[in-house]
């Protein structure tokens, strides 16, 4: 009986310790516009002012959004792909097993275009075809 009670104190101090040993995984996204200062939205979140870094916790599709006075507003989607050692079996060895700290860090880089005035005459034709659809 008392073999069994050391194998289960064992057990349970190697997973306590397992719990304390492991490394962690630190993911990173930082988004940058040309010019500065454009406020950034993800997946409809409100983020920052570019250039601005933020935490993430899942790969995948994320929804951009970038505003900034005087410039055309830029809606486009990106993907986050993971690196290798995120997929399975990788992943248990990568962020419970190595006792060390991994940092995953992204750059995505957008380039926002001037505002343009639309054109009187096709703001009127555009207009005038409106009128006529209703």
Not at 69 to 93: N, S
Not at 111 to 133: C, I, M, S, V
Request: glycine residues 6%.
């Amino acid at each position: 009986m008392a073999k069994w009670n050391v194998a289960k104190l064992t057990i349970v101090g190697l997973l306590i310790a397992s719990v304390f040993l492991t490394g962690c995984v630190e993911r990173k996204l930082t988004i940058n516009t040309e010019p500065q200062g454009a406020i950034v939205v993800l997946n409809d979140e409100e983020v920052g002012t570019s250039p601005v870094t933020v935490s993430f916790e899942w790969y995948g599709d994320y929804n951009v959004r970038i505003t900034k006075e005087g410039f055309e507003t830029l809606k486009t989607h990106r993907m986050l792909k993971g690196p290798w050692y995120d997929k399975m079996p990788f992943d248990f060895f990568a962020q419970l097993v190595n006792p060390m700290r991994i940092v995953d860090s992204y750059e995505w880089t957008f380039t926002l275009d001037p505002q343009t005035q639309p054109d009187r005459e096709q703001l009127l034709k555009d207009a005038q075809d409106l009128k006529n659809q209703l």
